[in-house]
């Protein structure tokens, strides 16, 4: 099985990235092939403005998307690690998974590529009130029905503000890692 995990924090080292990485350690250790991407690393930027027929649909700057996308549709089990700003994920993960919609267009439909696939999410938030976590995960959870991706499951980190806090969360990090075996 093949793992990729995209990752939207912007600190690479921090605590979205240390969840994402206690799950690929845990498919790792199950024999399962895993990569790691940070969205930083791309120029990734908003849609353009896409009506019409979808045969038509264009933007000039899909192609790193679609590089990207490509990874995604290549694995077995796909996680979307991001911290929470402003109650949602960031807006780099919302510019990876907007331009989804752009890889819809022609004959190869991402909805078509995606059955079955796993997806994870990771969240870091530095609040520690977690009722709004549902609003968050909603979006995904929705995405994933609509690609006919099982959804595997969620990490949820609260309280975690500077790099490193998330080491104060063990039970945390163990159910990122069992999560990772379990896929």
């Known amino acids: 099985m093949k793992v990729v995990a995209f990752v939207s924090s912007p600190r690479k080292g921090g605590n979205t990235d240390r969840l994402v990485d206690e799950i690929l350690a845990g498919a790792a250790e199950v024999g399962h092939e895993v990569e790691k991407i940070y969205l930083s690393d791309y120029a990734l930027t908003p849609i353009d403005s896409v009506y019409g027929d979808e045969l038509e649909w264009t933007d000039s700057h899909q192609g790193v998307a679609d590089e990207l996308i490509d990874k995604m ?24 998974i907007d331009r989804w919609a752009l890889y819809q267009r022609g004959e190869q439909r991402l909805m078509d590529l995606t059955p ?31 690609l006919k991706m099982q959804w595997a499951g969620e990490i ?28």
Not at 157 to 173: I, K, M, N, Y
């Open 156 to 183: 949820v980190a609260t309280d975690v503000t500077e790099p490193g806090d998330v080491a104060r969360c063990p039970d945390v990090l163990a159910q990122a890692r069992a999560l990772g075996q379990s896929l």
């Open 73 to 96: 549709v290549a694995a077995d089990g796909v996680i979307l690690g991001s911290p929470v700003y402003w109650f949602s994920i960031s807006g780099l993960m919302k510019l990876f």
């Open 116 to 146: 079955g696939k796993k997806m994870v999410v990771v969240l870091a938030m530095a609040d520690s009130e977690s009722e709004y976590v549902e609003a968050v995960l909603a979006p995904l959870r929705y995405a994933a029905r609509w």
